[in-house]
C-alpha cells in the first residue's frame, strides 16, 4: 500500500458493452486523460463478439493515446482498474484480458470496478455531491439509489430494458442515427401532438418494453416523427421522474444526481431538477462529456476501491454480467 502522501495514479479500463475507453486519474481526482473509440454497428444492435473483437483491434491505440494525453509514463501507473460488470461477456473479457496483462506487466495491483458504481462515483466527484439519491439512467441501466449502510440500495429499476435501450432500439426502427438519443431529443422539442402511449409504473420498478412497441407501432402507422419523439419521451421520463420523485419523499436526501449516458437529455434533466426544487433538494448532473460510458469513471472508482484496500488477484479478476449495483460494497460512501 502506498503512503498517504503519495499521489497514486490510477489507470481505468472501460469495456462494458460498445464504449472501449481508457483513462488515468491522480488520487487528488484529477482527470489526467479520457480517450476512447467506439464500436458503432453496420446495422442492427451491438453485437457481444463483434464489439468485444473492435476493442481487441483499438485496445493499443487507444493506450498509446491515453498516455500520451496525460503526458504520463506507464512506469507512473500505481493501480490498474477495469469493469468488471455488469455488462455483455465478449466485451467484459476482453477489458479484463487487457487489464490483467497490463497489471502483470507494471506490476502492479489490478482492482474491479462495479460499473454502475463508477457511474454515481463520477458524478460525485465532478459535482461535488456527497450523498444524493442517484437516477442513473443509460443504454443498459435504469436505477434509482442511494447509499445507506456500506452500499448503494436499489429502490426503483426496471424490470425489462432500459430506457436508454428503449431509446436506441426506436431510433433504429426510425432510420435514425445510433446512439438514438440525442436524434430523438432533437426531434421531439419539434414535436406538438401528444400521442398515447402506455405508461407502465409497477410500485417503484418501470416498464419500458411495452413503451416501446407501441411508439414503433404509432411511427409505422404513420404518426408523424417529430409527435412520436416527443411523445415517447414524455411518457419515458415521466416515469423515470414518477419514481425517482417517490424515491426522494422516503429517502430524504438533501440531493439528487443524475448521471449516465441519458442524463446528458436537456428535457429529462428539467424534469428531474423540478422535482428536487419541490423537495428542497440540490440538484446536479454529470458533464455531459462524462455522463456515456468512459474509462476516467473505471479509474476514480478503482482508485476509491483501491484507498480502501481491496485490489484483487488475477484469480478472482473473472468478469460478473449481472453484477447488480447493490451487491458491490462502498465503504467510502460513508465517510
Given amino acids: 500500500m502506498h503512503s498517504k502522501n503519495k499521489e497514486i495514479l490510477c489507470l481505468g479500463i472501460e ?5 472501449f475507453s481508457l483513462g488515468i486519474v491522480s488520487s487528488d481526482g484529477k482527470i489526467l486523460a479520457n480517450v476512447g473509440r467506439t464500436y458503432v454497428p453496420e446495422k442492427g444492435g451491438i453485437h457481444p463478439r463483434e464489439s468485444a473483437q ?15 494525453k496525460s503526458k504520463v509514463k506507464s512506469s507512473d501507473i500505481d493501480a490498474i482498474a477495469f469493469s468488471q460488470g455488469p455488462g455483455l461477456g465478449p466485451c467484459l ?13 507494471l506490476g502492479v495491483p489490478l482492482v474491479g470496478v462495479n460499473h454502475c458504481v463508477a457511474h454515481i462515483e463520477i458524478g460525485k466527484l465532478l459535482t461535488g455531491v456527497k450523498d444524493p439519491l442517484t437516477l442513473y439512467v443509460s443504454g443498459g441501466n435504469t436505477i434509482v439509489a442511494a447509499y445507506e449502510a456500506g452500499r448503494y440500495r436499489v429502490f426503483g429499476e426496471t424490470l425489462d430494458i432500459a430506457v436508454g435501450n428503449c431509446l436506441d432500439v426506436f431510433a433504429r426502427e426510425a432510420g435514425l442515427s445510433h446512439p438514438g438519443g440525442p436524434a430523438i431529443e432533437k426531434l421531439a422539442a419539434k414535436g406538438k401532438n401528444f400521442i398515447q402511449l402506455p405508461y407502465v409504473v409497477k410500485g417503484m420498478d418501470l416498464s419500458f ?3 416501446l412497441t407501441a411508439a ?6 404513420g404518426c408523424k416523427i417529430e409527435d412520436v419523439c416527443f411523445s415517447l419521451q414524455e411518457v419515458a421520463f415521466s416515469m423515470l421522474a414518477e419514481v425517482t420523485e417517490r424515491a426522494l419523499a422516503h429517502t430524504e436526501k438533501p440531493e439528487v444526481l443524475l448521471t449516465g449516458g441519458v442524463a446528458a ?7 428531474i431538477n423540478s ?11 454529470v458533464p455531459a462529456n462524462y455522463a456515456g460510458d468512459n474509462g476516467a469513471m473505471i479509474a476514480w472508482a478503482g482508485l476509491l476501491t483501491y484507498k480502501y484496500g481491496k485490489p484483487i488477484s488475477i484469480e478472482e479478476s473473472l468478469v460478473k454480467q449481472r453484477w447488480r449495483l447493490d451487491e458491490a460494497d462502498v465503504p467510502w460512501a460513508g465517510r
Avoid: C, P, Q, W
Avoid at 473479457?93 to 506487466?105: F, K, M, N
Avoid at 422535482?275 to 448532473?285: G, S, T
Fill in 15 to 19: 469495456s462494458t458493452a460498445h464504449e
Fill in 54 to 68: 473492435f476493442f481487441t483491434a483499438v485496445a493499443g491505440e487507444v493506450l498509446d493515446g491515453v498516455l500520451k
Fill in 93 to 105: 473479457r476482453t477489458g479484463a484480458t487487457v487489464a490483467r496483462a497490463l497489471a502483470t506487466y
Fill in 209 to 211: 418494453s411495452g413503451l
Fill in 216 to 221: 414503433t407501432r404509432k411511427f409505422n402507422e
Fill in 265 to 271: 437529455n436537456k428535457r429529462l434533466e428539467s424534469m
Fill in 275 to 285: 422535482i428536487a426544487e419541490e423537495h428542497e433538494a440540490r440538484f446536479y448532473v
